[in-house]
T-cell receptor
């Protein structure tokens, strides 16, 4: 059974810092990994989707990498802003075609 | 283009009642999935529907059921509500059921069971 772990569980940083959020998974036989952002009480917003054949994806200040062999992905946020404050979730899709989510990293960026 | 829509936004029910949640996927998307998210946890998969057929089911009791309509919208039904069913229910749509597809989520329905 796939298990997804996200570290750290919570993070508080001053504005302007570069951040790294981590996601690890136990079964490396995956089709893709997707990073989401969730604001309190709201739905999930897709940030980046990395297919199993890819090593990384970039969108604006966000960069996500994938290392299938080690079962790890990182989400890099450059020059963080207060508007980046949210919970960040990663989801891994494997042979069952059903995404497995981590518990998320709660990020607070203070001015 | 409209994203995934869900209704209602909030719902309060009492134990033992029944609830129906509704979801409309992004235009052109044929697959709809339902998730339950309890506070402080990641979403847990409940069902996936593609072309009006159930294609996947998570570890939820038979009190949970769903269906997909010819226009690809979907309903999630929960019978005999328990306090533990209180959660945010999320719907996600994708182009088809393939594992390589990106999932897009709706805003969710907050269900409170008293």
């Amino acid at each position: 059974k796939q298990e997804v772990t996200q570290i750290p569980a919570a993070l508080s940083v001053p504005e302007g810092e570069n951040l790294v959020l981590n996601c690890s998974f136990t079964d490396s036989a995956i089709y893709n990994l997707q990073w989401f952002r969730q604001d309190p009480g709201k739905g999930l917003t897709s940030l980046l989707l990395i297919q199993s054949s890819q090593r990384e994806q970039t969108s604006g200040r966000l960069n996500a990498s994938l290392d299938k062999s080690s079962g790890r992905s990182t989400l890099y946020i450059a020059a963080s802003q207060p508007g980046d404050s949210a919970t960040y979730l990663c989801a891994v899709t494997g042979g069952s075609y059903i995404p497995t989510f981590g518990r998320g990293t709660s990020l607070i960026v203070h001015p | 283009d409209a994203g995934v829509t869900q209704s209602p936004t909030h719902l309060i029910k009492t134990r033992g009642q029944h609830v129906t949640l509704r979801c409309s996927p992004i235009s052109g998307h044929k697959s709809v999935s339902w998730y339950q998210q309890v506070l402080g946890q990641g979403p847990q998969f409940i069902f996936q529907y593609y072309e009006k057929e159930e294609r996947g089911r998570g570890n939820f009791p038979d009190r949970f059921s769903a269906r997909q309509f010819p226009n690809y919208s979907s309903e999630l039904n929960v019978n005999a509500l328990l306090l533990g069913d209180s959660a945010l229910y999320l719907c996600a749509s994708s182009l088809d059921q393939g594992a390589y597809n990106e999932q897009f989520f709706g805003p969710g329905t907050r269900l409170t069971v008293l």
